[in-house]
């Protein structure tokens, strides 16, 4: 994947997972290297940072699943007091980070992030030739 991908039709999936989660702190794509595609977050949360972060959890997380299922991760959850983050595969080169407040439900983070983690794919993927 490229460093930096056309993200016009991302950032329209972003903004459209705006509008169907209410209590949405933000959300950020990365590339599976680490790099940021593009975010919509807040500006007390560091960018660039956080797809980093998204995407070291993701490769941890995979060597987790890998060792003791010996099968691909599909998304994780990381829950606190102030909110969770899920974080999805979006294809195999890209990652999207989702940002709940506490009052945020996971089960309705996982309804809608799902679907747009895999337009993210589709659409990254047609960026780079992918099938």
Known sequence: MPATPDPTEVDLLLAALRRQLPDLIGSVVASSDGLLVTHDLPARIEPTGMAALISTQLALSQRLVDTALGTDLEELVVCGPAGHVAVYAAGPK????????????????????RPIAQ??????GRATGDR
């Open 119 to 124: 337009r993210i794919a589709e659409v990254l």
């Open 94 to 113: 890209a990652i999207l980070g989702v940002l709940g407040t506490g009052s945020a439900t996971v089960g309705r983070t996982h309804l809608e992030s």
